[in-house]
């Protein structure tokens, strides 16, 4: 027993020895003059093999690795506030996750956890396609592809049910695979005076190619401490593989002052950056603002990771775009559905007729309004829209059946009769903006109930089911658009 335990040890300590940082050998030298205890002892299973030592750990800047504060108290879904997550909707306690029981590295009463004493899944054979990232600029406007695999290859053994003391924990099935998607941000975010709440799914996306979502897990918990996620920092929701914190050695370029460089774009445009402020000190929540970004030349408004949860973000200073779902040929594994086609294949045919009907207002805005922010609001609603209709598309032909997508229901929450669509079209300037966005928002809050019917499906309700994870997205992202529509509202009284 113990000479196996060291044999897996001394392998995953060559692998990070290739890729990693000096201080691993701290790792590797502690782990090997240290006796294997517990699974000969009848205690907790040694787990040390697995552990990682990151380089921001080993100074006295910044965060206690071995006691940062836990986040599961701290997601508030009303007021944003600093080292706090404005999250749009609390979690679901009923979703998959780690096993509480068999975590060790969580200091339950003092609310606190372990970085150091938290295993990681380990490198190995596993070799997914490699990552792409393409960025381009135009109209203002910065476009980020992504195939969601890291561009600079490093990716855990993935997947996990190969490491039982780790599937013991969390039992996350997932195999990371390519996925295209693509965000369209603003090159010139503008600050907002109220912040917006993050949901689940992809809040940014890092130069590495690979997503970001916010700190916490589908119940609603601290992601970074809860789930195992690999040495590289990521793991997959079923393929979609995602970063919950910013894995270190992606910090790796600083400004002449020392401040960390950029290391993504998060979903409201503005940049996100590493781990040092000015003077290249590390920062903590205490320098940070609400949504954890804070403004000084010659960045302006930008976000910062930090080992404290939130990690990444807080809430959106800006106004966040939707990134889209692209499922391409190239990108190899389609995203598979896990409901039943008997439940899936109805909301998605009636999702998307009510879809197109938002694609039918929409397309009435620019000749009609003179107002730029409603203009620039339906233009984002379009693209994101048709983007929405494109994957369901997909799938019911692809997944469920060809043909499938044929076929448009009528009758649904929150469509809008003909007459009131024709009375619309007969509006224009500040009148038609006010009763367009009164209509969205009704269309929109018909959407969201139709999202929350299929997630009480069994099978439906977990992020690690691609149709959850993209009703969830859908049901978030309206969320969001109706809170912008009604304070759009309230400012032309
Ligand atoms: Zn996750
Ligand atoms: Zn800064």
């Not at 970001?212 to 393929?239: C, K, Q, T, W």
Request: glycine content about 10%; some cysteine.
């Amino acid at each position: 027993m113990g000479v196996q335990m060291q044999g897996v040890h001394m392998g995953s300590c060559l692998k990070k020895l290739s890729g990693c940082l000096v201080l691993f050998l701290l790792a590797c030298d502690a782990g090997v003059s240290q006796p294997d205890v517990g699974g000969e002892t009848g205690g907790d299973p040694d787990l040390s093999a697995y552990f990682i030592v990151p380089t921001l750990c080993g100074d006295s800047e910044g965060p206690d690795c071995t006691s940062l504060r836990l986040g599961d108290a701290h997601l508030t879904t009303s007021n944003p506030a600093q080292g706090k997550l404005f999250a749009c909707t609390a979690g679901n306690t009923n979703a998959p996750g780690s096993e509480p029981a068999r975590i060790t590295w969580i200091d339950w009463a003092a609310g606190t956890w372990n970085l150091l004493a938290k295993p990681f899944l380990p490198s190995g054979s596993f070799s997914p396609q490699p990552g792409v990232t393409n960025v381009s600029e135009s109209g203002g406007i910065r476009s980020i592809e992504v195939n969601n695999l890291p561009v600079d290859g490093r990716i855990g053994d993935w997947p996990m049910s190969q490491y039982p003391l780790l599937s013991a924990i969390d039992r996350n099935p997932g195999i990371p695979a390519a996925t295209s998607i693509t965000f369209n941000l603003p090159i010139n975010p503008v600050v907002r005076d109220t912040p917006t709440c993050t949901s689940l799914g992809a809040i940014g996306v890092t130069l590495n190619g690979v997503v970001l979502y916010n700190a916490v897990d589908a119940r609603g918990n601290d992601a970074v401490a809860h789930e195992i996620v690999d040495e590289f920092g990521g793991h997959p929701a079923m393929s979609d593989y995602h970063y919950h914190f910013l894995p270190e050695r992606l910090d790796s370029e600083s400004m002449a002052d020392g401040h960390s460089g950029l290391v993504g774009y998060i979903r409201d445009g503005f940049g996100l950056y590493g781990y040092n402020g000015a003077g290249g000190v590390e920062l903590t929540n205490a320098d940070l603002d609400e949504c954890h970004g804070h403004d000084h030349a010659p960045l302006g408004y930008h976000y910062h990771a930090t080992l404290e949860y939130p990690y990444t973000v807080g809430c959106y200073r800006g106004e966040p775009a939707s990134p889209f779902l692209a499922t391409s040929a190239e990108a190899g594994a389609p995203t598979k559905l896990d409901v039943d086609a008997e439940v899936a294949a109805p909301f998605l045919r009636g999702m998307i007729a009510h879809h197109v009907q938002a694609l039918e207002l929409t397309a009435l805005v620019s000749e009609r309004t003179r107002n730029g922010s409603v203009r620039r609001m339906a233009e984002r609603m379009r693209i994101a829209q048709a983007e929405e209709i494109r994957l369901m598309r997909f799938w019911l032909e692809n997944e469920i059946s060809p043909g499938a997508a044929e076929g448009m229901p009528t009758e649904m929450p929150g469509m809008l009769s003909a007459d009131r669509i024709q009375h619309l079209r007969r509006l224009s300037g500040a009148e038609f903006d006010r009763r367009f966005l009164e209509l969205m928002m009704e269309h929109h809050r018909g959407a969201i109930v139709m999202a929350q019917a299929l997630l009480e499906s069994p099978g439906a309700s977990s992020t690690r089911s691609s149709i959850g994870w993209f009703v969830m997205h859908i049901e978030a992202e309206q969320a969001e658009e109706v809170e912008r529509m009604s304070r759009m509202l309230h400012g032309m009284d």
